[in-house]
């Protein structure tokens, strides 16, 4: 998933470049990406996530990957950050049974 949020799924978007005599030829707007490591409290380990900044802002607003990952929506998720969802899940769901 190359120019892709795992967390947010934004990615590229095309527009125009207007010059000063307003000709308009096509351009790209790449997300700011970053190479990020979120720790998992429940699981106690790290995940590397290629995500946007915003993305990380949004993570520290909500308190931290896990409760980031229990309000993310499934479809927008990447593979790898929907089965770090699902091993959160588990342990949260065995934590309280037990």
Known sequence: MA???ELTG???MS???VSHSNIKTRRRFLPNLNVATLASETLGRSFRFKIAASALR???H???LD???AKAKDEELSPNAL???RDIAKAQAASSAA
């Open 3 to 5: 120019r892709r949020c």
């Open 10 to 12: 934004k990615g590229v």
């Open 15 to 17: 527009g125009n470049n």
């Open 58 to 60: 949004t993570v520290d």
């Open 62 to 64: 909500r308190g931290g």
């Open 67 to 69: 409760a980031f990952l």
């Open 83 to 85: 089965k770090v969802k």
